[in-house]
């Protein structure tokens, strides 16, 4: 079993920025991709980045290329996501996590096998 606890949501205003938090527990050696989803008010669940855990390789949704950044601290079983010129759009409960493949986190219809309880951003514009 994986562990995933999120953290650093908040209430920022449009143009913000913050910084979320992701710290793994458990058997977290056969996790070899962390991400990020969000899921707003009355919409399904969408991807916003995926890392892979050896490499560093990342992979983001177009709507957020260019704002967001992924990353993470192998020691520490920990993944981050840095949230900048944060839109109104971007108000969404996320959520933290974690496969041993690349295909849940990206394609739809499928989905990773653990995950986190969920923090939540609200842009205010």
């Known amino acids: 079993q994986v562990q995933l606890v999120e953290s650093g949501g908040g209430l920022v205003q449009a143009g913000g920025s913050l910084r979320l938090s992701c710290a793994a527990s458990?058997?977290?050696?056969?996790?070899?991709?962390m991400g990020w989803f969000r899921q707003a008010p009355g919409k399904e669940r969408e991807f916003v980045a995926a890392i892979r855990r050896s490499g560093g390789t990342t992979y983001y949704a177009d709507s957020v290329k260019g704002r967001f950044t992924i990353s993470r601290d192998n020691a520490k079983n920990t993944v981050f996501l840095q949230m900048n010129t944060l839109k109104p759009e971007d108000t969404a409960v996320y959520y933290c996590?974690?496969?041993?493949?690349?295909?849940?986190?990206?394609?739809?219809?499928?989905?990773?096998?653990?995950w986190g309880q969920g923090t939540q951003v609200t842009v205010s514009s």
């Open positions: 458990g058997r977290t050696f056969s996790m070899n991709y």
């Open positions: 996590a974690a496969d041993s493949s690349l295909r849940p986190m990206l394609e739809a219809g499928t989905a990773p096998d653990y």
